[in-house]
């Protein structure tokens, strides 16, 4: 599966800093430096700049010096279900990962652009719009952290995140092995958040 040939994104640049960008310690900005942050294509400049602030403070309360570089990708609401269904992946899920290109995605409406789709996920997933991004990305770094296919394994490990621990990868992370894809092993859809 590659999300890459599907998706286009640009890049945002590293002008417009808010004071708080400025003021934050130099480890935190080293550890998000290891990581990008795009927008799939559609997403409006000054939007996609706000929520990728937004994900950066979720992100900076977790420990994600361990992925090494990987790329955050926001799609709009109006394109996620069609992207999800091409990919034969959960469409109610607003989030997934893709191992091999080392991308997470996550959908618009957990950023509350989306009126409609933000009450859909509040009711699937029961929870504020402010904890079910918190729920995504600790879910998503479950996947991306310990490179864990199993959604149950994921979500005990993002639960685990958000009471502040960190949990021992369940697959040892040994130096890149061949990993098998999700869609290779049988009943299991990739990376698709699943509600705990």
Known sequence: MSC????SVWMLPT???TAAEIARPETERAILSSQEFHCHTGYPLAQCQKDIRELKKVLAHYPIEGLGHWTWVLVRSQDWKPISQMLRLNPDSPAFTAFEPRETFLEEALFFHDPLRTAELMEEWQRSMPK????AVTH???HALCGEPNETAADHFGEELRKGRLMRCRISMEPKRKRVGTADLPGLKPNALRAP
């Not at 890459?4 to 998706?7: F, M």
């Not at 079910?132 to 729920?135: A, G, H, I, Q, S």
């Open 4 to 7: 890459c040939l599907i998706v």
């Open 140 to 142: 998503e770094l479950g």
């Open 132 to 135: 079910l991004l918190e729920l």
């Open 15 to 17: 002008t417009g800093q």
